[in-house]
């Protein structure tokens, strides 16, 4: 598709509604507690503050300003504005849209039928055993392909009439969701023991490398940076915005939600008295440890738990709907498909490579650790490296049109240069450690 043909975003809300509704996802809270839960709370949280405003801000502004300035989808941005010898880490944007998008949809499938279930029977009482009975297998996997085809469907529609009209119908209601949760939690009884351990720091975790890692794969995962997902949607933006304006706007949103997610979560585990299932099961946490809340609460359990799931629907929907806009604007600009057959062909495919994560936890925790940890981080550094180096001063132009001021554009270009690729080095070289050591328990 030709510039002068490009689908733009509609509204003046429609850019900032869709990104957000990208970032705030399972990531802010199934992801996001498990990962504060298995690296000691309040430690944890620091770390993913300090590295949401020093590295994810940075390339969060990087990606919107390879999007705008190119008006391409990832591979064609990399190549505009770089040569073709970019294309093969475009081709890795691609590759983790894919590979994310698989799992995610499964624990989006997870979500969907807690949330019907909540509606017609409510959350059953050994809510373990209930997990482990429909989180792998065929009901899993029949979940995620009617995820699946919801996602695909959105996609289908466009841009303004597709995603946009879902995002600005969806998110203020996920916002009002998780405030009204937020506010609720206050009032149970025992519920400060949960906000002292979410909010209580002991500084020596800190120091620890695998902590630093997680938070810095945790912060790329919730801004849904590294992957090209917040660069799609700036493609289709006027020059009009003020991008570091936006980052902020997106960045704040999407910290604040995981914040508030966590208000919810951890006084409610806490006060009902089912925090050792925290730290026994991890990625199914918030699936087990929530549902036994909710369920022990009685007829409010079911509503509130009813609400909760809902929120995570929307969350999940929106966010999953950017990983596949990555992958169908490719297959639009690069391929020259038609957007409906792009959306249902690849949404297609990405369901077929999601079996395998519907049929076993350890593929998909496999598959998280890999696409969520190691691929977006190495994303993110590419992204830095580019927009740092190889577009330097160019990009500090971009980032003024439509009234990005200078000062902040240099300190940004600085950061891009010179704090954000050592701190992902590091933090790629712990993850490579992490998934090889893996890859090597699940093969053994
Ligand atoms: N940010 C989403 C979440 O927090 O759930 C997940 C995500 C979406 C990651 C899009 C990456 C991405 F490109």
């Given at each position: 598709m030709s510039n002068g043909t490009r689908e733009h975003w509609s509204g003046g809300l429609g850019f900032t509604l869709a990104a957000v509704g990208s970032a705030v996802g399972l990531g802010n809270m199934w992801r996001f507690s498990y990962m504060a839960a298995e690296n000691g709370g309040g430690a944890f949280v620091f770390l993913y503050i300090v590295l949401t405003a020093l590295v994810g801000l940075p390339v969060m502004l990087a990606e919107l300003t390879l999007g705008r300035g190119s008006q391409k989808s990832p591979i064609q941005a990399l190549v505009h504005y770089g040569g073709d010898a970019w294309r093969p880490l475009g081709a890795l944007f691609v590759a983790a849209g894919f590979v994310i998008l698989a799992y995610y949809s499964v624990i989006s499938g997870w979500t969907v039928r807690y949330a019907v279930e909540a509606a017609l029977t409510g959350f059953p009482q050994d809510a373990g055993a209930h997990f482990g009975a429909i989180a792998s297998g065929y009901p899993a996997v029949a979940w995620h392909l009617v995820f699946m085809g919801l996602v695909s469907f959105v996609v289908s529609g466009g841009i303004a009439s597709g995603i946009e009209r879902v995002s600005v119908a969806l998110m203020p209601l996920l916002g009002v969701?998780?405030?009204?949760?937020?506010?609720?939690?206050?009032t149970l009884d025992g519920a400060g023991e949960g906000y002292r351990y979410y909010l209580t720091t002991d500084f020596r975790e800190v120091l620890d490398f695998g902590v630093l890692k997680d938070a810095a794969g945790q912060a790329f995962f919730s801004l849904s940076l590294g992957m090209g997902a917040i660069l799609t949607y700036?493609?289709?933006?006027?020059?009009?915005?003020?991008?570091?304006?936006?980052?902020?706007?997106?960045?704040?949103?999407?910290?604040?939600?995981a914040f508030i997610a966590g208000m919810v979560v951890f006084p409610l585990v806490f006060a009902l008295g089912v925090q050792g299932d925290v730290s026994a099961s991890t990625l199914g946490a918030l699936f087990v440890t929530l549902p036994k809340a909710f369920a022990q609460m009685g007829g409010i359990g079911r509503v509130i738990g009813g609400l909760f799931m809902l929120a995570l629907v929307v969350g999940a929907l929106t966010s999953a709907i950017s990983l596949l806009e990555v992958v169908v604007s490719s297959a639009i600009d690069g391929l020259g498909w038609a957007r409906r057959s792009?959306?249902?062909?690849?949404?297609?495919?990405?369901?077929?490579?999601?079996?395998?994560?519907?049929?076993?936890?350890?593929a998909l925790g496999l598959m998280d650790q890999i696409g969520g940890n190691l691929l977006l981080v190495l994303g993110g550094l590419v992204l830095s490296l580019f927009v740092g180096w190889r577009l330097g001063e160019r990009a500090l132009e971009e980032g003024e049109v439509g009234g990005g001021n200078r000062a902040v554009l240099r300190l940004w270009l600085f950061m891009l240069r010179f704090v954000v690729p050592p701190v992902l080095l590091i933090v790629l070289w712990y993850s490579l450690k992490e998934s090889a050591a893996l890859v090597i328990k699940l093969f053994s």
């Open positions: 969701l998780v405030l009204g949760l937020a506010a609720y939690v206050t700036a493609s289709y933006l006027g020059r009009d915005r003020n991008l570091p304006k936006e980052a902020l706007l997106v960045a704040a949103s999407d910290f604040g939600v792009a959306a249902w062909v690849c949404g297609g495919a990405i369901a077929l490579l999601g079996v395998p994560a519907g049929m076993s936890l350890d």
